[in-house]
């Protein structure tokens, strides 16, 4: 049958890809993206530029308004609340349903609550989406008190963002350093200890209850310490939105079980970005990925799924963060079975590569080498081994090891 209309749910990075991927492919049927946030926005600069006020909410947005009616894309402000399935399509909150050939889930996540007494207090912050942005952004000026809960991706960039804005911040984390199954533990040290640099307090700890007194937080610790503050933001992870899925019969686990083509358990309804997690053809379960570019390549692959297209060819996973005036980039998986060898920089470590048994590059990370990293994922996609010791000088561009 050809497809007259599809439904996206959410208008993230994801949904928002899978309609400019369909349009571009080829699609001129009926295409409507349903999200309570309108017109979709990049989530990345929430805890980077839009956090810092150097870029606007227009700023951010994934494609001028224009680009919509251009592209007869219809936004719909609002929340789907139940999924339908015969005849297939969606109820908002407000009671309208909307029909549709094909569904595709773009839920994303939400930030995971903490789960101790008084995580859910409702001056608790947490960033998800602008709204959580703007909330932060009201609450920090010179002297606040900020103490972040969890110094992984998220809360670094944060602590980054508010020290930059005067606020005296403490970043709290059971583990130390944070980061090392995403860049291995050399660079996760480094990365750590530009905190302190930066004036920001770490504490190694697990937070075991949140009081609000007085106007101020107390923070009671696991070890009977207390950190007392004006400002608590939580950044411990996502827990992606399957609510609807799992309503609908569709099998979830951690995720909406995709396969390959980020089809659902149901042949009509797709999934893609934060809130997928794939099966692949031999079983396996993969660990859910939270990227941005991850968001874009499951969008790109449901579009040509959805049309009946050659599905197209991504390379080893990767992403990015920013934090005191440094780029950090990972590929691949630094955490798998092997060992590493390092590139050193005045001393310290630049760059870390993952090699398994055969001398096979695994995983790559690097601070302010984006275009190492670049090389070192052709070097992982395409199974090229690599001389170790060419690999662990710095002078010696890594794309030239890449041909
Ligand atoms: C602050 C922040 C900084 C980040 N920085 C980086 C970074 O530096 N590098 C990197 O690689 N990644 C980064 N990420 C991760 C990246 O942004 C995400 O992986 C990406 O946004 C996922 O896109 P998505 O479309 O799957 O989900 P989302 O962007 O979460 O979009 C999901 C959308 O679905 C909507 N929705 C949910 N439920 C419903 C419903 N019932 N009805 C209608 N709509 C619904 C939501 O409103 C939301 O707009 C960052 C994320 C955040 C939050």
Same mark, same amino acid.
């Given at each position: *049958?050809?497809?007259?209309?599809?439904l996206?749910?959410?208008? @993230?990075?994801s949904?928002? &890809?899978?309609?400019q991927n369909?349009r571009?492919?080829g699609?001129t049927?009926?295409l409507?993206?349903?999200? !309570?946030?309108?017109?979709?926005?990049?989530r990345? !600069?929430?805890?980077k530029?839009?956090l810092?006020g150097?870029?606007d /909410? /227009?700023g951010?947005q994934?494609?001028?308004?224009?680009?919509?009616a251009?592209?007869?894309?219809?936004?719909?402000?609002?929340?789907v609340?139940?999924l339908l399935?015969e !005849?297939?399509g969606v109820?908002?909150?407000?009671g309208?349903?909307?029909?549709?050939?094909r569904?595709?889930?773009?839920?994303? @996540?939400?930030?995971?609550?903490?789960?101790i007494?008084?995580?859910?207090l409702?001056?608790?912050?947490?960033?998800?989406d =602008?709204?959580?942005? +703007? =909330?932060?952004r009201s609450?920090?000026?010179?002297g606040?008190?900020?103490?972040?809960?969890g110094?992984?991706?998220?809360g670094?960039e944060v602590?980054?963002?508010?020290v930059?804005l005067?606020?005296?911040?403490?970043?709290?984390?059971?583990i130390?350093?944070?980061?090392?199954?995403a860049?291995?533990?050399?660079l996760? =040290?480094?990365? %750590?200890? *530009? %905190?302190g640099?930066?004036?920001?307090t &770490?504490?190694?700890?697990?937070p075991a209850r949140?009081?609000r007194?007085?106007?101020k937080h107390?923070?009671e *610790?696991?070890?009977?310490?207390?950190?007392?503050?004006?400002?608590?933001l939580?950044?411990?992870?996502i827990?992606p939105?399957?609510?609807l899925?799992?309503?609908?019969?569709?099998?979830t +686990?951690n995720?909406? $079980?995709?396969?390959?083509?980020?089809?659902?358990?149901?042949?009509?309804i797709?999934?893609?970005g934060?809130?997928?997690?794939?099966?692949?053809?031999?079983g396996?379960?993969?660990?859910r990925?939270?990227?941005?570019? %991850?968001?874009?390549?499951?969008?790109?692959?449901?579009?040509?799924?959805l049309l009946?297209? @050659?599905?197209?060819?991504? @390379?080893?996973?990767?992403?990015w963060s920013?934090?005191h005036?440094v780029h950090?980039?990972? $590929?691949?998986?630094?955490?798998?079975?092997?060992?590493?060898?390092?590139?050193?920089? +005045?001393?310290?470590?630049?760059?870390?590569f =993952?090699?398994?048994a055969?001398?096979? *590059?695994?995983g790559?990370?690097?601070?302010?080498g984006g275009?190492? $990293?670049?090389?070192?994922?052709?070097?992982i996609?395409?199974g090229?081994?690599?001389?170790q010791?060419?690999?662990? +000088?710095p002078?010696m561009?890594?794309?030239?090891?890449?041909?």
């Amino acid at each position: *049958m050809e497809i007259a209309s599809i439904l996206i749910v959410g208008g @993230g990075l994801s949904g928002f &890809t899978v309609a400019q991927n369909l349009r571009s492919r080829g699609f001129t049927g009926t295409l409507g993206i349903i999200d !309570p946030a309108g017109i979709p926005y990049d989530r990345p !600069p929430l805890s980077k530029a839009y956090l810092l006020g150097t870029k606007d /909410a /227009a700023g951010i947005q994934l494609a001028p308004d224009a680009w919509f009616a251009e592209h007869r894309v219809d936004v719909m402000v609002g929340s789907v609340a139940k999924l339908l399935l015969e !005849p297939l399509g969606v109820r908002l909150d407000d009671g309208r349903e909307l029909l549709a050939d094909r569904l595709v889930l773009a839920t994303g @996540g939400a930030a995971r609550p903490l789960p101790i007494e008084g995580g859910d207090l409702d001056s608790v912050l947490v960033l998800r989406d =602008r709204n959580d942005a +703007d =909330r932060l952004r009201s609450k920090l000026s010179e002297g606040t008190e900020l103490t972040i809960i969890g110094a992984g991706l998220i809360g670094a960039e944060v602590a980054s963002a508010a020290v930059e804005l005067g606020a005296k911040v403490t970043l709290v984390d059971p583990i130390d350093p944070p980061l090392v199954p995403a860049v291995g533990p050399e660079l996760a =040290r480094r990365l %750590h200890d *530009m %905190h302190g640099t930066a004036g920001i307090t &770490t504490i190694q700890g697990a937070p075991a209850r949140i009081v609000r007194e007085n106007g101020k937080h107390l923070i009671e *610790m696991a070890d009977g310490s207390v950190i007392t503050g004006d400002e608590v933001l939580v950044g411990i992870g996502i827990v992606p939105n399957t609510v609807l899925a799992s309503d609908a019969g569709l099998q979830t +686990d951690n995720g909406v $079980v995709v396969d390959e083509h980020q089809r659902t358990s149901h042949p009509l309804i797709y999934a893609v970005g934060d809130a997928a997690r794939t099966r692949t053809g031999s079983g396996e379960l993969l660990r859910r990925a939270e990227h941005w570019e %991850h968001a874009m390549n499951t969008g790109a692959t449901a579009a040509a799924s959805l049309l009946g297209q @050659g599905l197209p060819q991504h @390379g080893a996973s990767w992403f990015w963060s920013d934090r005191h005036g440094v780029h950090v980039e990972g $590929v691949g998986d630094m955490n798998a079975e092997g060992r590493t060898v390092l590139r050193l920089v +005045d001393g310290a470590p630049a760059a870390a590569f =993952r090699l398994g048994a055969g001398g096979n *590059m695994l995983g790559a990370a690097a601070i302010d080498g984006g275009l190492t $990293v670049k090389a070192a994922r052709r070097i992982i996609d395409r199974g090229i081994i690599v001389d170790q010791e060419a690999l662990a +000088d710095p002078n010696m561009p890594l794309k030239k090891l890449a041909r």
